[in-house]
């Protein structure tokens, strides 16, 4: 038998409660109602003593914009925590679709809503649920595996005397395995081809820059970047021309960050840029800088040469989102700017 998940259902439609209730079984969800703002969030409180919440499904439609506080209060007491929330709402327009996500929504569904819609996004929601918890246990097991290091290097340190010598064999070879630990470090958190962050370190500085925002409240700009037709270029040019595009893209962007700035491989042809205490017309200019430069730039692949152009999208980091929800943003705005033509820039409205 596989994991029962746990959910809470905010709602005072009986119509909707009832089609969570006919999309899940009892061995799969273990099911709870409320129907008010004090009844969410003690639900929530409660739940933590005994088993963790997973999934919440807020239907937008309470009066007096309950549910909109239900969905903050929830993001900010659970910014680090694995937590999917499922939103619905009768209204079905586009702004309110966007408010809805931007505000913290994972997924949103549109009412009236059937057994087999709602089983489906349910579904969905334990998968992205399983892919959050992944990554949480990945930045534990680092961080257990840091302080395991610090204490045994306390204990080296605290041998007597009469193990001098020894102690002065043993610092020897701890240089040379030192210098091999740099290494490994080097091959584990950055990206062979761009020399550029791996999406796991990248994730793990966007946290800091996040936390560093919200600590002194200046700005964090970020930047999608998409490789136009990177595709075309590994099928008619061969994957090692690929793979030399990708290397001059990363050294273009090396030489236009600041010492405070990080770029990462996000992942294929995407990489993300976070620009601390940057404005959004900072990251603007320093976007056009890339992109011009990469315009220019030509790139050898044997018997052939080709250009790069990339598209980017702008998004500034809004205090209260999760880390997903700011690089979402930034790749919404990115694909906008491959729908008007590649090779531009979009920047998020604001």
């Not at 210098?179 to 994730?203: C, I, K, P, T, Y």
């Not at 273009?252 to 993300?272: Q, S």
Request: proline fraction near 2%; charged fraction near 30%.
């Amino acid at each position: 038998m596989g994991e029962t998940y746990a959910v809470l259902v905010v709602t005072q439609d009986p119509d909707f409660s009832d089609s969570v209730y006919q999309a899940v079984s009892e061995d799969e969800y273990s099911v709870r109602v409320v129907s008010s703002r004090h009844e969410a969030l003690s639900e929530r409180s409660q739940e933590r003593q005994n088993e963790e919440l997973q999934i919440v499904v807020i239907d937008l439609d309470l009066p007096a914009d309950e549910s909109w506080f239900i969905l903050g209060e929830l993001r900010r007491r659970h910014f680090r925590e694995p937590l999917q929330i499922l939103l619905s709402s009768a209204n079905k327009g586009e702004a309110f679709i966007r408010r809805a996500l931007d505000g913290g929504g994972d997924d949103f569904v549109g009412k009236p809503v059937g057994p087999l819609e709602m089983r489906v996004r349910l579904r969905a929601a334990t998968i992205r649920l399983n892919q959050q918890r992944d990554l949480h246990y990945e930045r534990e097991f680092y961080r257990r595996a840091v302080k395991q290091e610090e204490e045994l290097s306390s204990r080296v340190l605290d041998q007597n005397l009469q193990l001098r010598k020894a102690y002065d064999e043993i610092s020897g070879v701890n240089r040379e395995l030192e210098r091999a630990n740099q290494e490994l470090e080097r091959v584990a958190h950055f990206d062979v081809l761009s020399g550029l962050m791996n999406r796991m370190s990248l994730f793990a500085a966007l946290d800091v820059e996040i936390e560093r925002s919200l600590r002194s409240g200046m700005s964090l700009c970020g930047i999608m970047i998409d490789i136009d037709h990177f595709k075309e270029v590994n099928d008619n040019l061969g994957h090692g021309c690929g793979d030399k595009v990708i290397s001059a893209l990363g050294r273009v962007f090396l030489e236009e960050l600041r010492k405070y700035d990080h770029a990462g491989r996000y992942g294929g042809e995407e990489f993300f840029i976070a620009l601390p205490n940057s404005s959004i017309h900072q990251a603007s200019m320093f976007a056009e800088r890339v992109r011009s430069n990469l315009e220019q730039l030509s790139v050898e692949c044997e018997d052939a040469r080709t250009s790069i152009t990339v598209s980017m999208g702008i998004a500034k980091f809004r205090h209260g989102e999760s880390r997903d929800m700011w690089i979402s943003r930034a790749d919404r705005a990115m694909y906008v700017a491959k729908q008007k033509g590649r090779n531009c820039i979009e920047t998020e409205p604001q």
